[in-house]
């Protein structure tokens, strides 16, 4: 079985493209926060 949401970035197109396909999401407070020590 394949993971479709093996990456980060996988992972945020899935999730910042929910409202695109699902019409009654109108607001959403989830953002992505990645961490790393490149990202601090």
Request: charged share 20%.
């Amino acid at each position: 079985m394949s993971n479709p949401l093996r990456t980060p970035e996988d992972y945020e197109l899935f999730i910042y493209s929910l409202s695109e396909e699902f019409k009654s999401i109108r607001l959403a407070t989830l953002t992505i926060v990645r961490l790393g020590a490149s990202l601090g």
